[in-house]
Nanobody
Framework: QVQLVESGGGLVQAGGSLRLSCAAS????????MGWFRQAPGKEREFVAS????????DYQGSVRGRFTISRDNAKSTVYLQMNSLKQEDTAIYFC?????????????????WGQGTQVTVSS
């Protein structure tokens, strides 16, 4: 059973930066496609970014492209989300997800394991 634990969330002013981390255990991290999703109050969970097993392929939601960067360190079984130029509309709970398939995919249904989330709040 794969376990995912997110960290790095917090309160930041608009224009600031945060780096989220997601540490995986209990599975073969290096074979897994990884993704970040977020859910704002009153809204559905939405795709943010994904990365394939090797890190050579990434995908982003349009509103974060150019501001957020997803990366992974297979030696540490950790995936990261560097978030720059944060906006108030980025406020949400951010979830890490792992897929048994090694590809980068924006579809939540393709992910088999989920973390419990970390809160990101961007103030004006």
């Amino acid at each position: 059973q794969v376990q995912l634990v997110e960290s790095g969330g917090g309160l930041v002013q608009a224009g600031g930066s945060l780096r989220l981390s997601c540490a995986a255990s209990g599975g073969t991290f290096s074979d897994s496609g990884m993704g970040w999703f977020r859910q704002a109050p009153g809204k559905e969970r939405e795709f943010v970014a994904s990365i394939n097993w090797s890190g050579s392929g990434t995908d982003y939601q349009g509103s974060v492209r150019g501001r957020f960067t997803i990366s992974r360190d297979n030696a540490k079984s950790t995936v990261y989300l560097q978030m720059n130029s944060l906006k108030q509309e980025d406020t949400a709970i951010y979830f890490c997800a792992a897929s048994r398939a090694g590809v980068a995919t924006p579809y939540a249904g393709h992910y088999n394991y989920w973390g419990q989330g970390t809160q990101v709040t961007v103030s004006s």
